[in-house]
């Protein structure tokens, strides 16, 4: 029997281009591309996304609040929303999105709603405490990886009859760039032969971009040559680039390459992979560098393990230890192409396995209709 096509409104707390938010973007298009109807509302002013969803016939609002600033009005104007559009599903992504859906459900009821959670920890207790008290308005919890799904039953912040592991996926062919591109983005960045490592994130303090630092400087003095790529930005930027400064590195060592739109490509120009995060949930830029088939150095934290097959397709190490975090680096430095290209086969493997966006998608489907059962609107 033939299914009719859902209602699907996705709920986010912004819309950036970060892990989480792409991953919306990436559910709302494959949604729609099946034949369902999608919304995105974003609490806060969209700043991503917004061509790519209109590309994508996918329509988008804000709630117009603003960062850092708590805002009842947010909780009548989502309920408004929901009562208007009547969707079959409503499926928020991260914290304050979660809480706000559920604490709106006996405003405006949906049939099904979905709280995402994208990281093994919240952050503030009181958060996960939110979780525990509006559990009773969601229908499900999710994490996208299962020691954080672990985590949150063992913590109480979701029952286990509640709770499911869904990860992120990705679209495969996006990072799969020819040599040219290489030669070329090597090029403009004046690389030479050094190796160079890519480090994608926002500059925030769960990066830990102090020990990547230290990591850097022990490598530097026994002669390493690489030089790190960071892309982004955040709250700590400024701090990251004076911490750099402090420590004795330059442009030479660590560069910041800021906000960039063409991370493909630098993938593509990158020989590897670096993270030194303190806390992950399952971070889609692991998977994307797999995807590259970059091999990849990153702390052992979250679902990290999940995605790098340590010895196979990288090295995990612990976390806030430099000294382990450069050792790491300095071994698969010292690789051949030969060794370097096997490891990268091995994660791209990985992710073909587990994370292709398609094969995700399916996976959200069958959730939704087995919530759905025969309570959808009518």
Not at 203 to 214: C, H, L
Not at 302 to 312: K, L, P, Q, R, T
Not at 354 to 372: A, K, N, S, T
Request: charged share 25%; net charge neutral.
């Amino acid at each position: 029997m033939t299914r009719p096509p859902m209602r699907i409104l996705l709920l986010t707390t912004s819309l950036l281009r970060g892990g989480a938010e792409t991953q919306v973007f990436l559910l709302a298009r494959a949604f729609r591309a099946r034949g369902h109807q999608v919304r995105v509302v974003s609490m806060l002013e969209p700043g991503g996304y917004m061509d790519d969803l209109a590309e994508a016939d996918v329509e988008v609002s804000s709630l117009q609040l603003r960062r850092g600033v708590g805002d009842p009005r947010g909780i009548t104007r989502f309920a408004r929303v929901v009562r208007r559009w009547r969707p079959d599903v409503v499926h928020s992504h991260m914290v304050h999105a979660n809480l706000l859906a559920r604490v709106a459900r006996p405003l405006a009821w949906a049939p099904v709603q979905v709280s995402t959670a994208h990281n093994i920890t919240e952050g503030a207790r009181w958060r996960e405490l939110a979780y525990r008290l509006t559990d009773a308005f969601a229908t499900i919890t999710t994490n996208v990886c299962v020691v954080g799904a672990e985590r949150y039953v063992k913590i109480g912040a979701a029952p286990a009859a509640k709770m499911r592991t869904m990860p992120n996926g990705i679209v495969i062919e996006a990072f799969n760039r020819p040599a040219e591109v290489r030669g070329r983005v090597r090029d403009s960045l004046e690389l030479g032969d050094r190796f160079a490592w890519l480090a994608v994130g926002r500059v925030e303090p769960q990066k830990d971009y102090p020990n990547m630092f230290r990591a850097v400087a022990r490598g530097r003095s026994h002669g390493s040559r690489a030089v790190v790529l960071v892309v982004g930005e955040g709250s700590l930027f400024d701090d990251m680039v004076a911490a750099r400064d402090e420590m004795g590195l330059d442009d030479e060592a660590v560069r910041f390459l800021g906000p960039r739109s063409d991370v493909p490509e630098l993938m593509a120009a990158a020989d590897g992979y670096l993270m030194s995060s303190a806390w992950e949930g399952l971070p889609l830029v692991l998977i994307e560098a797999s995807a590259a088939r970059l091999p990849i150095v990153a702390t052992d934290v979250g679902g990290n393990d999940e995605i790098v097959a340590d010895g196979a397709s990288g090295y995990l190490v612990p976390p806030h230890d430099p000294e382990a975090l450069a050792a790491a680096m300095s071994r698969l430095e010292g690789l051949t192409p030969g060794e370097l290209r096997a490891m990268g086969e091995e994660g791209l493997s990985r992710v073909r396995s587990h994370y292709e966006i398609e094969r995700v998608v399916d996976g959200w489907l069958r959730l939704y209709q087995e919530l759905l059962g025969d309570g959808r609107r009518r």
